[in-house]
């Protein structure tokens, strides 16, 4: 097989990996062993796994598959980095040395291609959503964490369970609007880090938009178990040219 010319970096985030969706992990496990591995960086922005309990659950056989793979593609010479999401931000400095990259804080400011991007999962800007934003203030709380985590692993999955539950009952009821970032917050940030490119996942809403001489990157999430099966991520190369692609690999067209 003729592997693809290596990218300078490629991004990628919303797997939400899960042993019931067999087919998201084959395409994952792909694209490490065919895109990823040829190329000098990989930014992983947050919801790699549909969710995580703690650290003390990386021997279950199914995390260890992902992150053997994961390792595996540091070991060929690829710089891993990794902000976690909003599904996966229990992962903690074992799950970063067991997968072979480096935890990044949010914002992260990144100069590739000579382009300064700036990088986050993207559920910090979605401001209008007051009740998830006081959700995410409490359980990012250090105090919070540790106290969950010091409960009994199968303890914690019951809780998450039930809070995924709620979340699913929750999102009927509000609006795509409300669930997606703000133009406030993405000029606040975009004032923060200085960049003229953001790069985020989180609303599931791949696009590119344009606005004021900035540009705003939104990945896809990866579902090869639905119908029509979804997937993809942003490539840029070393002259700092970004590309969107879809789940083939094929080039996305900025209007798209």
Not at 160 to 168: F, K, N, V
């Amino acid at each position: 097989m003729t592997m693809p010319a290596r990218a300078s970096a490629l991004f990628i985030s919303d797997l939400h990996l899960q042993e019931a969706h067999p087919r998201t992990t084959g395409a994952f496990l792909r694209f490490l062993a065919e895109r990823a591995v040829a190329c000098e960086a990989l930014y992983v922005l947050g919801d790699l796994f549909e969710y995580w309990a703690g650290d003390d659950d990386l021997g279950a056989p199914y995390h260890q598959s992902i992150l053997s793979a994961l390792r595996a593609v540091a070991d060929a010479g690829v710089a891993l980095y990794w902000i976690p999401g909003n599904r996966d931000f229990l992962t903690g400095p074992a799950f970063a040395r067991a997968a072979g990259l480096r935890a990044l804080a949010e914002p992260h400011v990144a100069e590739i291609g000579g382009q300064r991007i700036a990088l986050v999962h993207g559920d910090a800007e979605c401001t209008d959503d007051l009740n998830y934003m006081a959700f995410r203030a409490q359980v990012r709380q250090s105090a919070w964490q540790a106290q969950f985590l010091a409960m009994p692993l199968a303890q914690r999955k019951g809780i998450i369970a039930s809070l995924r539950e709620g979340s699913r009952e929750a999102h009927t009821s509000k609006s795509d609007e409300i669930m997606d970032v703000t133009d406030a917050a993405v000029g606040a940030l975009f004032a923060r880090t200085g960049a003229d490119v953001l790069i985020h996942g989180h609303t599931h809403r791949p696009a590119l938009h344009q606005a004021g001489g900035k540009r705003r990157y939104v990945l896809p999430d990866w579902d090869e178990d639905a119908e029509p099966a979804r997937g993809g991520w942003i490539e840029i190369d070393a002259a700092g040219a970004i590309t969107r692609r879809d789940r083939d690999g094929a080039a996305v067209p900025d209007g798209a």
